[in-house]
């Protein structure tokens, strides 16, 4: 028998020998879900044994997070914006800097959101088409993906957050399932350059979908393609959020610049001060 104390102490000793940047928080939430508790109950209870079948099967997600896997995917779901999304290795797991997207969109679009009709581009786990739909209730939100197991995953979590009556999903490479005018479009598209791939933390690079991480060399190339083609979708006064990766603020800009028809090109930071949001609204 293994009691939670000495299990979370090995647990952390393990993680740390395998990489872990969160041992000890690792350890915790992991041990956490598979036993059904919340952070109270972990603290208070630390003499409670595990039984051989209960640490043996946490001895089997602690094997995964030491080789590399994301807790998310360990877990089976991801928290954004304060709602729990299912998540698998389909799709990316949703990050905190992805929600500066969404509070963006909200800074120019106030509920209900009467009459708007929005464009979530590559959807993977439905993180922000879903969130876009419950704050703006009266929208209809559109999304679409290429990979037919990511948005098998995105019409779950919309179900799963009340929203799939509001939501079309569509296969589909950016905008070609998608027909009609537009008033938002919004993306979190693939933007790693492809030299970077490689340096990339193991858990990002051996467990998350390379297709829905690395663009072209520069590292815009899905950026350059949906900023053309907004052009054309987006009504007058309609606007496009795109999430861009760290410099690529000024490439992103030129963009819009270039393709013309654009107007209040701005860029929004992150919480950790690094440029994540390029907006500019359709003339």
Same mark, same amino acid.
């Given at each position: 028998?293994?009691?939670?104390?000495?299990?979370?102490?090995r647990?952390?000793?393990?993680?740390? *020998?395998?990489?872990? &940047?969160?041992? !000890?928080?690792? #350890?915790?939430?992991?041990?956490?879900?598979? =036993?059904?508790?919340? +952070?109270?109950?972990?603290?208070?209870?630390?003499?409670?044994?595990?039984?051989?079948?209960?640490?043996?099967?946490?001895?089997?997600?602690?094997?995964?997070?030491?080789?590399?896997?994301?807790?998310a995917?360990?877990?089976?779901?991801?928290?954004?914006w304060?709602?729990?999304?299912?998540?698998?290795?389909?799709?990316?797991?949703?990050?905190?800097?992805t929600?500066?997207?969404i509070e963006?969109?909200?800074?120019?679009?106030?509920?209900?959101?009467?009459?708007?009709?929005?464009?979530d581009?590559?959807?993977?786990?439905?993180a922000?088409?879903?969130?876009? *739909?419950?704050?703006? &209730?009266?929208? !209809?939100?559109? #999304?679409?993906?290429?990979?037919?197991?990511? =948005?098998?995953?995105? +019409?779950?979590?919309?179900?799963?957050?009340?929203v799939?009556?509001?939501?079309?999903?569509?296969q589909?490479?950016?905008?070609?399932?998608?027909?009609?005018?537009?008033?938002?479009?919004?993306?979190?598209?693939?933007?790693?350059?492809?030299?970077?791939?490689?340096?990339?933390?193991?858990?990002?690079?051996?467990?998350?979908p390379?297709?829905?991480?690395?663009?072209?060399?520069?590292?815009?190339?899905?950026?350059?393609?949906?900023?053309?083609?907004g052009a054309?979708?987006?009504?007058?006064?309609?606007?496009i959020?795109?999430?861009?990766g760290e410099?690529?603020?000024?490439?992103v800009?030129?963009l819009?610049?270039?393709?013309?028809?654009?107007?209040d090109?701005?860029?929004?930071?992150?919480?950790?001060?690094?440029?994540?949001?390029a907006?500019?609204?359709?003339?």
């Amino acid at each position: 028998m293994t009691d939670i104390r000495t299990i979370l102490h090995r647990t952390t000793r393990d993680l740390t *020998a395998g990489g872990s &940047p969160s041992p !000890r928080l690792d #350890a915790e939430v992991l041990l956490m879900r598979f =036993l059904r508790m919340d +952070r109270v109950q972990l603290c208070m209870q630390p003499e409670r044994e595990l039984s051989e079948e209960e640490a043996a099967g946490f001895a089997r997600w602690v094997e995964r997070r030491s080789l590399g896997e994301p807790v998310a995917y360990i877990l089976g779901d991801k928290e954004f914006w304060s709602l729990r999304f299912e998540v698998n290795r389909e799709v990316l797991i949703p990050r905190p800097e992805t929600e500066c997207l969404i509070e963006e969109v909200l800074r120019f679009y106030r509920p209900p959101g009467e009459g708007l009709r929005v464009l979530d581009i590559g959807t993977g786990s439905g993180a922000i088409g879903v969130v876009l *739909a419950r704050e703006l &209730p009266a929208a !209809r939100v559109v #999304a679409t993906d290429i990979s037919p197991g990511a =948005l098998a995953v995105a +019409r779950r979590n919309a179900l799963s957050q009340g929203v799939a009556g509001r939501m079309e999903f569509f296969q589909g490479d950016l905008f070609a399932a998608v027909s009609g005018d537009l008033d938002i479009i919004c993306s979190n598209p693939p933007y790693i350059p492809e030299g970077v791939y490689d340096l990339l933390p193991v858990g990002i690079r051996n467990f998350e979908p390379p297709g829905a991480l690395i663009a072209s060399p520069d590292g815009v190339a899905f950026h350059r393609k949906i900023i053309r083609e907004g052009a054309h979708r987006l009504k007058a006064g309609g606007r496009i959020f795109l999430e861009i990766g760290e410099g690529q603020r000024d490439r992103v800009a030129a963009l819009f610049r270039e393709e013309g028809g654009y107007g209040d090109i701005d860029c929004r930071k992150d919480y950790g001060g690094i440029d994540r949001v390029a907006s500019a609204r359709r003339i």
